[in-house]
């Protein structure tokens, strides 16, 4: 499916595209060793021929390594989710620039060794929480009491949603990593080169921390803690290190087996040392991070992998989303309100910017998808359209396999038909979707009949509660009546929306509005209770033309301001 389409990913344009092409020249750059492989490779790549490219340069051949992280210290929301959705995107782009002849792999690993240092607000039994605070995340009690600790059930609530999606991933534990011996030849390696590791690390912290700072945190045999304890005596021989217990009891432990775990900016390190990782992307918060992990990893005698730094998503308040403060919107949440492929399209789109997550971002981001949607097969129908199919965002979203058929009704129209219908009951919403278009039912029109549950949703929840009704004043009250009865001159079961919308616009002209926007918000505000809404013309195509006029009558029945 992602075969034969190398001459168009080389001049797609989203930016996942141009991280492709950067990954590939890393690839090229850091796993041939000789000028001559590299030609042939670059030449072989030119001419397409990436099978004998592949074939005749084994270094090619080893799967590449997408990989992301999660911390397991709070419960999973939306950023977390872009963090696996975005690199997903950038696989498919690479996958078609290199005809997929190129393995690769999408590791997914939770940081739940980590030590729990903050109580996320949104979670039950703080006072549990608080007697395993600072334990591994895998060692903590799950507050909710359903797995056998908090990083288990932060885990299973990740993976469920990310195999919702369909994501094609590789999980992985820091706990596995670090106790079945995953890491244990960077972890010796780390303690070898613990010197040069720290002239890296030292010149970054400030004094108090600088004077007993080790990249190695031992877990005590006590406690179960993570401890933020200086390493006082090294045998690289034995592997092992020596530290002051939480009680003053020197103790020795080896670096391997899980007894120790790593500061976060050696562990990233580390991981992609002893991952391989070719791909990672971060927030601009990790942009110093990104800078010191990636010399602690060539340190280790590793290659950092391509980054990419995104911008943070914001609350309604314009604050960073936390886990740990459960800001910002849930992944349930979204789910209640908007399709799974709008949640996708909204961390496709402009990942250098910073965007708002919350609930007035769901209809537009819908909206969006279902128009991109639209004109993405409406192009594929058109054999003799030039534009390239892969700078549709529908492509990355879909892994290069768009559906076929969107909504024939946007979520704006849906949400106003709720509103004028007081459509609390689906089957209230189809008996007009049905008559708008023949023939159509829930089991034809997937997509819409999914839409119009997130429809009612969204209007029960945001709508509804904000709906203001205004009386008309006398000048809307006479373009009401003459919008009525221009609507009545039309044939009966009329549905051309753009026929209606002419109509309305000669309404408003003639009723001496100007701008004529005051007309269209006149209309929202005082037949919807809103101050904007979709395109009046198919707001009544759907509604029907008779409906409209009940609507507008009962608005001329109310007295004039």
């Avoid at 002893?274 to 990672?280: K, M, N, P, Q, T």
């Avoid at 936390?322 to 949440?333: I, P």
């Avoid at 024939?408 to 949400?415: A, H, I, N, R």
């Avoid at 044939?491 to 026929?499: N, R």
Wanted: glycine share 8%.
């Amino acid at each position: 499916m992602l075969q034969g389409l190398t001459h168009l990913a080389r001049e797609a344009r989203p930016w996942t595209f141009v991280e492709a092409r950067n990954l590939l020249a890393r690839l090229l750059r850091t796993r041939l060793d000789t000028d001559a492989e590299r030609d042939l490779a670059a030449t072989l790549f030119e001419a397409g021929r990436f099978d004998e490219a592949v074939a005749s340069l084994p270094a090619l051949a080893r799967p590449v390594v997408f990989q992301c992280g999660y911390g397991a210290s709070g419960l999973p929301h939306l950023g977390t989710f872009g963090e696996v959705a975005r690199p997903t995107m950038v696989r498919s782009a690479f996958r078609a620039l290199t005809d997929d002849r190129i393995p690769t792999r999408l590791i997914v690993v939770s940081d739940d060794m980590d030590g729990l240092r903050k109580i996320p607000d949104n979670v039950p039994n703080h006072a549990m929480l608080l007697e395993d605070r600072d334990k591994p995340v895998t060692s903590v009690r799950d507050p909710f009491g359903e797995y056998e600790s908090f990083g288990a059930h932060n885990n299973a609530r990740l993976r469920a949603f990310l195999d919702g999606f369909g994501f094609d991933y590789e999980f992985m534990s820091a706990t596995d990593n670090y106790r079945s011996g995953r890491y244990d030849a960077v972890l010796r390696r780390m303690l070898e080169r613990f010197d040069a590791v720290q002239a890296i690390m030292l010149p970054t912290l400030g004094d108090e921390r600088r004077a007993t700072y080790s990249p190695f945190l031992p877990i005590s045999p006590k406690s179960g803690r993570v401890l933020q304890a200086p390493t006082l005596e090294r045998d690289v021989e034995k592997g092992t290190i020596v530290f002051a217990d939480e009680d003053g009891t020197l103790t020795e432990v080896p670096v391997t087996g899980g007894y120790v775990k790593l500061q976060w900016r050696p562990d990233w390190a580390a991981r992609w040392v002893a991952l391989g990782v070719d791909y990672e992307m971060s927030g601009k918060d990790l942009v110093d991070s990104i800078r010191i992990s990636s010399r602690v990893c060539k340190a280790l005698g590793g290659e950092p992998p391509e980054t990419f730094t995104y911008e943070l998503f914001m609350d309604e308040q314009n604050q960073k989303i936390s886990k740990s403060k459960g800001n910002g919107l849930t992944m349930e949440e979204w789910l209640r309100y908007g399709a799974p492929q709008s949640l996708a399209y909204y961390m496709f789109g402009s990942p250098k910017s910073a965007k708002r997550l919350y609930f007035d971002v769901i209809p537009k981001a819908t909206d969006e998808y279902l128009q991109h949607l639209d004109a993405y097969n409406r192009a594929r129908a058109d054999g003799s359209n030039s534009a390239n199919p892969l700078d549709s965002p529908v492509w990355s979203i879909h892994a290069g396999a768009p559906p076929e058929r969107g909504s024939p009704v946007s979520f704006s129209l849906l949400l106003n038909l709720v509103s004028a219908a007081n459509a609390s009951d689906k089957t209230i919403l189809w008996g007009f979707l049905s008559r708008y278009l023949p023939g159509a039912t829930p089991q034809s029109e997937p997509l819409l009949d999914q839409l119009s549950d997130f429809a009612i949703n969204y209007y029960e929840d945001f709508v509804l509660p904000a709906k203001r009704f205004r009386p008309a004043t006398d000048q809307e009250r006479a373009a009401f009546a003459d919008l009525a009865a221009r609507l009545r001159a039309l044939p009966l079961g009329f549905k051309d929306a753009e026929a209606i919308q002419n109509q309305v616009y000669e309404a408003g002209k003639a009723g001496g509005f100007e701008p004529l926007r005051a007309w269209f918000q006149a209309l929202y505000e005082v037949l919807l209770g809103q101050s904007q809404g979709p395109r009046f013309g198919s707001f009544a195509a759907i509604f029907g033309i008779a409906e409209t006029i009940a609507l507008i009558e009962k608005a001329l029945a109310s007295p004039p301001t």
